[in-house]
Structures are given as structure tokens and as C-alpha cells.
């Protein structure tokens, strides 16, 4: 059903489910046999003979045991103890690197188990996931993974991170409120948390419309299980060998023994001279000989950190000619990062990536010391100070806990030697008016920045952060901001979005006392502009070297991403993949066009943006059906 499209008293009404109880455990109870458990099932797994089985089916194994067995007739039993011992070790060895693959991957399937907290009966509770069941009353708050599919009924700020769902590198808005007329991809749906996704900022009550293999997440795994895996180009070659070998060895073997009939020799010698060229002619050491190798190359990517559930996926690898990669976090560090500064009417550039404190400020190509420029000395504290975020790191990595977008913005304090901690205890906050997606702002209070001055710190969407502004910082002086000066800022605004950089505005405000009516009208109103900082997440030094690999090697690197437009193709032509925007495809425009037409239009894409993971499966499709060996890879479920 298309959940987002109906109100919340319409899903609710439709679920049977009281906004204020959920359900009673009768009711759960009933639904959760109608339902099932809220779990994704594998598929059943082969066993052992079936495996075994599979081995065996190979053509040219199934000559060998036939060579064997007539091995047997003509008294050469050495010969044939030792090919059914190659046949046999074969079998065997597939199925042993085969096993310990599928070890490896149920490790990685059973990493979380997670809970949910329901209201039902009334009362909070919680429960396993598994045991939700479509009409439960969840509620949400930041660090919760999300635990089924949910329309949202209440929400307050929510922001969830779907990038292993979408692969959208920021968090997703969320707002109950939002009711929509028609379909619309999957990732603009900011009624609806998807299963498997995290929030990361605020807190919401939802009801449960999906569970289990009817998720959005449980229809990849269904996608998935139900993907036609088809022989990889290392079969389809030693069948077509083994078919054309035994062919001709037959024709051979018939050949030789007319003509020696014909000759006038005994029935039974011609028998056995045919059948003991038969033995001679198949290659027995042949499936051995490839195993072996097959396995050698699968040990060695297992010790790298790659693991490989086929044996003959090996070879696969080193046929590609296309390998389709995820945007965020693969191709891109999935750290947002702050790299361009704009204050005191001069534009700064930010070393570094990701949230390592690691980089410095330039200035026309040089570097400078922050204790020299008022202005950005200022921003760099608002950006610290107005942040519910943090940067923990243990061994070296440094993880944001909270927003990466206030994440991006510690570590740009850091770069300038202001610490969080450090400015948190010397100017402590006193209040705050939280972000909120209404209004795209968010202000705290602090005492002590300005000697016996109360001082407000705001940062939020550029647009609205320079309306409400009615005075600009410049070298620590504060001037009128008019017409030309606020043309000025929107310009620069505009060149960074152009280069893809997310572009918050930070400003602030000064009091005498801490004012009694604190609201967003009163407060973020009349502000000092001190200026706008871009932020990107940006591409994996290393990738640009793999993808000048790829094309050196006549591999075609393809990016496939749930970002927006702009930033992918932004991204891409940093990375080397596309030159020009017409080489960028989107989601919708996949969605209008025939799988013949695909077929074509597919030969001259390099990147897919604002795709969902049915997309992903279409392209890879298409790739496939115009005769290229295609790879995928990536960090979300979705890949």
C-alpha cells in the first residue's frame, strides 16, 4: 500500500491501532501468526549431497568419471583410482572454501539483533523485533536502529540516516505531518522511517506498516534470493570445452574403430584400443589443476578482507569489464567535511578530510594562522558552540556521535585549535531554540563570549539565516548588511551549491541579560551575518587511483547513487568517472523508459543518481543483457 500517501488517522483507522494504547497482546498475538515473525529468512541452504551433486554436474568432470569407469572395464584400475581421486578432491575442495564463505557471511548476518520499544496495552514496552507485527505503536529517538517499516504519527526534528538504504550520504528530515498526492521515489518520503535505518536527531512516535520480507529492505533480500546467479564465464568456457572435447574424442573414437573393423581386426580389440584413447584423450588433471588455482586466488582475497561465497566468483572478478560502486562511503568516505569558509568578505579553503582534525586554512593558496582573521576566529566558535554533536576516536578513527553536518563543523573548530570541550566549559549555554524543519534554524544561548554581554549563536539554511540578518561582521567591525552586500553572499552561496557543497550560514546577536520571551520571532531576528561554510562529502583519496586503474585495465567504473543529481555528478568528475552532466541519469527518468530503450541509453551513462535498489538490479540488468561481466560494489545493504 502506499502508506505515504494516506494521513496517519488513515493509517491507523486502516491498521485497526489506538493512537494512545497500540495494540492489546491479543491482538499482537494474532497478527504476528497472520504475519510472521518481523525477521528476513533465508532462503534453505543446500545440503551436503546436493552440494556434492553440484560438483559433479560439470561436463568435463562427468567425462572423467565416465573415462574412469571405462578405466575399470578394460582392467586399468590405477588410472582410474587415480581420476575419480582427482574427481573426488575437487568436490571436496569446492565445497570446504564454499563452507567456510557461508561461516563468514551468517558472522556478518547476526551483528545486530536490536529491540523495539511499543506501546501496547497502553503501556511502554519492549520487545524483540521480531516480534512486532504491521499496527504496533513504536516509539523513535536518536541512536534507535529502526526496527520496521513506519508511517510516522508524531514527530519532533527527526533526521534519519538512510545511507544503507539510499545511499543519500546526509540525514533524511522526517516530518508526520507531510501527506503526498502522488508516488514518489523512495527516498524523498519524510513520513515513513524505513527498517535497517538509524535516527539521528530528535525523537517520534510511529505505527508499523511493514514487517519482514514486505520492508523495503526485506524486498532487496527477497530481490536478492531470487536473482538468477546464471554461470560464470570460467563454466560456460570449460563446458563448452568439455563439450567439444568430448565430441571429438567420441567422433574419434568411432573413427578408429571402423576403420579398424574395416581392416579386419577382432571386435573386442578395436573395444578396447577406442576406449583407451578415449581415457588418454580427456584431460583429467584439468578440473584439478583449476580448483587448486580457483582456491589459491580465494585464500588470498580472504586475507585481504574480501570474502568470496563461489569459488569460480574468483575468476568472475578477473573478467569484468563494468563494476557499478556505491557513492557514500565507498567512493566517498561518508565523513562530511567542511572545505570552503566564507567570512569578512574573503573566501577561505579547509585542508583535510573527514572528521580527523587533520588540515589548515588557505588563503589565495596560502596557508594561515586563525588568531589573525577576527572573523573566521568567530565562526568557528559559533559552529562549535551552537552543536549537539560530538567526535569520539579510539585508535586513530575518529566517529561523529549525532548530525555529520555538526560533526563536519567540531572538526572545523578543531582545525583552528577551538575545541568543543574546551569552549563548552569556558562560555557555557544557558538555552536554546532547537533545529527544527519548519524554520531550518537552530540558536543556543551563552554568557562569557562577550564580557558582560548575554550572546545567541544561530547557524541554519543560508536563505533564511541572511533574511533574518540585519547586520554583517567584517574584521570585527559590525556594519549595515544592504542590498549589494547581501548580493555579494548570495553569490558566493551560490558557487559553492553549484559545487555541490552543502552551505550552512552562521550569525549571532548580542543582549545585555538573557531575554524573557525567548521564541524564534524575537530571537533570530535583526542578527549579525558573520558568514557561510561549504561542506561536502568527500571522494576516498584512494578511489581516484583505482578508478585510473579500471580504465587503463578496460573496465568502465560506474557510480550508482540515492544523492541527489548535482552532488553525484559533482563528486563524479572529481573522481575521473563522467566529464559531462549528460552522462548522469536519474531514478525517474530510469522509471520512463522501455527495457529496450535502456539497453541503449545504458552504453553511455556513468553515473544514476536518486535510484532506489530495484534500479540497481535493472542496470546491472541491462549491462548484462549487452554482453559485459559486471561487478557491484558497495557499503549498503542494497548492494
Same mark, same amino acid.
Given at each position: 500500500m502506499n502508506w505515504h500517501k494516506q494521513k496517519s488517522e488513515e493509517v491507523l483507522k486502516n491498521l485497526g491501532t489506538c493512537r494512545e494504547k497500540g495494540l492489546t497482546d491479543l491482538e499482537a498475538k494474532e497478527r504476528l501468526e497472520r504475519y510472521g515473525p518481523n525477521e528476513l529468512k533465508e532462503k534453505p541452504k543446500e545440503g551436503f549431497l546436493s552440494k556434492l551433486i553440484d560438483q559433479f554436474s560439470d561436463f568435463l568432470v562427468l567425462i572423467l568419471i565416465a573415462a574412469a569407469l571405462f578405466s575399470i572395464l578394460i582392467g586399468e584400475i590405477r588410472d582410474s583410482i587415480v581420476i575419480i581421486s582427482i574427481v573426488i578432491i575437487n568436490a571436496l575442495l569446492g565445497i570446504y572454501q564454499e563452507a567456510k564463505a557461508e561461516k563468514a557471511l551468517e558472522a556478518l548476518q547476526k551483528m545486530a539483533s536490536p529491540t523495539a520499544k511499543v506501546i501496547r496495552?497502553?503501556? *511502554?514496552?519492549?520487545?524483540?523485533?521480531?516480534?512486532?507485527?504491521?499496527?504496533?505503536?513504536?516509539?523513535?529517538?536518536?541512536?534507535?536502529?529502526?526496527?520496521?517499516?513506519?508511517?510516522?504519527?508524531?514527530?519532533?526534528?527527526?533526521?534519519?540516516?538512510?545511507?544503507? *538504504?539510499?545511499?543519500?550520504? *546526509?540525514?533524511?528530515?522526517?516530518?508526520?505531518?507531510?501527506?503526498?498526492e502522488d508516488d514518489i521515489p523512495l527516498g524523498d518520503r519524510?513520513?515513513?522511517?524505513? @527498517?535497517?535505518?538509524i535516527i539521528t536527531y530528535g525523537r517520534a512516535k510511529g505505527i508499523v506498516v511493514e514487517t519482514g520480507h514486505n520492508t523495503e529492505i526485506g524486498k532487496i533480500a527477497t530481490e536478492i534470493q531470487s536473482y538468477d546467479e546464471g554461470l560464470t564465464p570460467l563454466q560456460q568456457k570449460l563446458n563448452e570445452l568439455g563439450k567439444y572435447l568430448g565430441i571429438i574424442t567420441i567422433l574419434i573414437c568411432i573413427i578408429?574403430?571402423?576403420?579398424?573393423?574395416?581392416?579386419? /581386426?577382432? =571386435?573386442?580389440?578395436?573395444?578396447?584400443?577406442?576406449?583407451?584413447?578415449?581415457?588418454?584423450?580427456?584431460?583429467?588433471?584439468?578440473?584439478?589443476?583449476?580448483?587448486? =588455482?580457483?582456491?589459491?586466488?580465494?585464500?588470498?582475497?580472504?586475507?585481504?578482507? %574480501?570474502?568470496?561465497?563461489?569459488l569460480l566468483a574468483v575468476e568472475t572478478l578477473g573478467s569484468i569489464t563494468v563494476i557499478c560502486s556505491d557513492k557514500t562511503g565507498t567512493l566517498t568516505q561518508n565523513e562530511m567535511t567542511v572545505t570552503r569558509v566564507f567570512t569578512g568578505n574573503k573566501v577561505y579553503h579547509v585542508t583535510g578530510a573527514g572528521y580527523e582534525p587533520a588540515g589548515g586554512f588557505l588563503l589565495n593558496g596560502k596557508k594561515i594562522e586563525i588568531e589573525n582573521y577576527i572573523d573566521l576566529k568567530l565562526l568557528l566558535s559559533i559552529g562549535v558552540l551552537a552543536n549537539d554533536a560530538d567526535i569520539n576516536s579510539a585508535n586513530g578513527i575518529y566517529k561523529v556521535v549525532g548530525d555529520p553536518t555538526e560533526g563536519a563543523l567540531i572538526t572545523l573548530g578543531h582545525k583552528g585549535k577551538i575545541l568543543k570541550k574546551n569552549m563548552n566549559k569556558k562560555y557555557? /549555554?544557558?538555552?536554546?531554540?532547537?533545529?527544527?524543519?519548519? /524554520?531550518? @534554524? @537552530?540558536?543556543?544561548?551563552?554568557?562569557?563570549?562577550?564580557?558582560?554581554?548575554?550572546?545567541?549563536?544561530?547557524?541554519? %539554511?543560508?536563505?533564511?539565516?541572511?533574511? /533574518?540578518?540585519?547586520?554583517?561582521?567584517?574584521?570585527?567591525?559590525?556594519?549595515?548588511?544592504?542590498?549589494?552586500?547581501?548580493?555579494?553572499?548570495? %553569490?558566493?552561496?551560490?558557487?559553492?551549491?553549484?559545487?555541490?557543497?552543502?552551505?550552512?550560514?552562521?550569525?549571532?546577536?548580542?543582549?545585555?541579560?538573557?531575554?524573557?520571551?525567548?521564541?524564534?520571532?524575537?530571537?533570530?531576528?535583526?542578527?549579525?551575518?558573520?558568514?557561510?561554510?561549504?561542506?561536502?562529502?568527500?571522494?576516498?583519496?584512494?578511489?581516484?587511483?583505482?578508478?585510473?586503474?579500471?580504465?587503463?585495465?578496460?573496465?568502465?567504473?560506474?557510480m550508482i547513487t540515492g544523492d541527489y543529481k548535482e552532488t553525484a555528478f559533482a563528486i563524479s568528475k572529481e573522481l575521473g568517472i563522467a566529464k559531462s552532466i549528460k552522462e548522469v541519469m536519474v531514478g525517474q527518468e530510469l522509471d520512463e523508459i522501455s527495457d529496450r530503450e535502456f539497453k541503449e541509453v545504458v552504453k553511455n551513462t556513468s553515473v544514476y543518481a536518486r535510484v532506489t535498489p530495484e534500479h540497481k538490479i535493472r542496470i546491472v540488468s541491462a549491462l548484462k543483457s549487452n554482453g559485459e561481466i559486471v561487478a557491484m560494489t558497495g557499503d549498503g545493504v542494497n548492494d
Open positions: 496495552n497502553g503501556y *511502554l514496552d519492549v520487545i524483540p523485533t521480531a516480534n512486532l507485527v504491521p499496527g504496533d505503536l513504536v516509539l523513535l529517538e536518536a541512536g534507535d536502529i529502526v526496527p520496521a517499516d513506519i508511517r510516522l504519527i508524531e514527530s519532533s526534528n527527526l533526521k534519519a540516516d538512510e545511507a544503507s *538504504l539510499t545511499g543519500e550520504s *546526509l540525514p533524511v528530515e522526517k516530518d508526520s505531518n507531510i501527506v503526498y519524510k513520513n515513513i522511517v524505513y @527498517m535497517s535505518t578408429v574403430f571402423a576403420v579398424g573393423i574395416l581392416q579386419g /581386426r577382432k =571386435v573386442m580389440e578395436m573395444l578396447m584400443v577406442a576406449i583407451s584413447l578415449a581415457v588418454a584423450a580427456i584431460p583429467e588433471g584439468l578440473p584439478a589443476i583449476v580448483t587448486i =588455482v580457483l582456491a589459491l586466488g580465494m585464500n588470498k582475497m580472504a586475507k585481504r578482507n %574480501a570474502i568470496v561465497k563461489k557555557p /549555554r544557558i538555552e536554546e531554540i532547537p533545529f527544527d524543519s519548519g /524554520r531550518k @534554524m @537552530m540558536t543556543t544561548f551563552h554568557k562569557n563570549y562577550i564580557p558582560d554581554k548575554i550572546v545567541s549563536f544561530t547557524k541554519g %539554511a543560508p536563505d533564511i539565516v541572511i533574511n /533574518r540578518c540585519k547586520y554583517i561582521s567584517i574584521n570585527g567591525e559590525t556594519k549595515a548588511l544592504d542590498d549589494d552586500v547581501k548580493k555579494k553572499i548570495l %553569490a558566493v552561496n551560490n558557487s559553492f551549491a553549484k559545487d555541490a557543497l552543502r552551505v550552512l550560514a552562521l550569525a549571532y546577536r548580542e543582549y545585555n541579560s538573557l531575554p524573557k520571551n525567548i521564541s524564534s520571532e524575537t530571537i533570530e531576528d535583526e542578527m549579525i551575518f558573520v558568514g557561510l561554510v561549504g561542506m561536502i562529502d568527500p571522494p576516498r583519496p584512494e578511489a581516484k587511483e583505482a578508478i585510473v586503474k579500471c580504465k587503463e585495465a578496460g573496465i568502465k567504473p560506474i
